[in-house]
């Protein structure tokens, strides 16, 4: 008696030289490697301990590499798994892109991105980003990280981050430079803001020499040097001890500029949206004073199909704020604005 059916798809066999790993595999690599735990990331896995072992010793045994010394109380990556870790990271987060960007394809919702901002692109430019994705794209789930430009570049070399935007020239001198592609944004420029009783109000143009005897305000990591700043603002004051200090945000600086005695610079856009309510005159700095921000990502990553609108969204609000900055500049008058 002959039987009929489909035929069965012809196996395929690992060659000699060719390693069998299997994604999962990568995940636990992973986990042991970033929380230095079997035990943890046994439980973050929900797996026993004992399966993650396995997993793990047999990965070892594919790759020909002993990937944690486990002579120690602490578990401890070899010089093999941190020449390795990247490439699981990758080949983990393309095998969940694939998933995400299907979904995408087929629901036209879901789906999660991370991204850093230093402190100068984090308002206004992120928070209307965001605003956008909210209004356009609400299955997505964005998460924004404030920070230092060398922390953010950080977690963007280890993938845990999909994108940063803060200034190109701090991505430039960063020692991750080589491994990052940088886009820039539109230049804004920044307004020179003061208290409204502040003895610069009173001033319809101050030159350099008075702006910078009063105590500057910015956000850590400054986004413009002391040197910098001095040289910028007064070239000839070669000498000048510009007083200088630093708060967590560009929020924190508006609230001490209340104080009547200090000064900062922010965004024109930011200036604009929030002095009038806080009782705060601004105008522009100069022509020197301007943000250089960009959208950093890991060169070589391939970018997921949410990470790709999340930048776009950025890109979007970054010429819309350029747009109103360029309608607004002719239609303001000279000297201080409210």
Not at 134 to 148: C, F
Not at 177 to 187: F, K, V
Request: proline share 7%; net charge positive; glycine share 8%.
């Amino acid at each position: 008696m002959m039987v009929r059916g489909h035929a069965a798809a012809p196996s395929r066999r690992v060659g000699a030289g060719e390693v069998a790993v299997q994604l999962r595999q990568l995940e636990h690599f992973e986990a042991v490697y970033r929380l230095r735990s079997f035990t943890r990331a046994a439980r973050e896995l929900y797996l026993s301990q004992s399966a993650l072992s396995r997993s793990i010793q047999t990965l070892e045994t594919d790759l020909g590499q002993m990937l944690f010394d486990r002579s120690t109380q602490a578990v401890e990556p070899t010089d093999a798994a941190e020449a390795l870790i990247g490439h699981a990271v990758d080949a983990v987060a393309a095998a969940r892109t694939l998933v995400e960007s299907a979904r995408l394809l087929r629901d036209g919702e879901g789906g999660s991105v991370a991204v850093g901002t230093g402190p100068y692109p984090a308002r206004p430019l992120m928070t209307r980003a965001v605003t956008a994705l909210s209004r356009e794209r609400p299955g997505l789930q964005v998460a924004v990280v404030g920070g230092g430009a060398s922390d953010l570049l950080a977690s963007l070399v280890r993938r845990d981050l999909d994108f940063v935007v803060c200034d190109t020239s701090k991505a430039e001198e960063s020692s991750f430079a080589a491994e990052i592609d940088s886009e820039p944004l539109p230049a804004e420029p920044l307004a020179l803001v003061v208290g409204a009783d502040h003895p610069l109000a009173k001033v319809p143009d101050p030159s350099p020499a008075q702006v910078t005897v009063h105590p500057f305000v910015l956000p850590p990591p400054a986004p413009v040097g002391r040197r910098v700043l001095t040289r910028s603002l007064n070239p000839d004051r070669r000498a000048t001890r510009l007083p200088f200090y630093e708060v967590e945000s560009t929020a924190a600086c508006l609230e001490l500029v209340a104080d009547q005695r200090s000064v900062t610079l922010v965004p024109v856009s930011l200036a604009r949206q929030e002095c009038p309510g806080r009782g705060l005159l601004f105008r522009a700095a100069g022509h020197r004073q301007a943000t250089h921000d960009g959208i950093h990502v890991l060169r070589g990553r391939t970018m997921g199909a949410s990470a790709r609108i999340a930048r776009d969204a950025v890109l979007s609000q970054a010429n819309a704020i350029a747009r109103e900055h360029r309608s607004w500049q002719r239609a303001a008058g000279p000297g201080w604005q409210r």
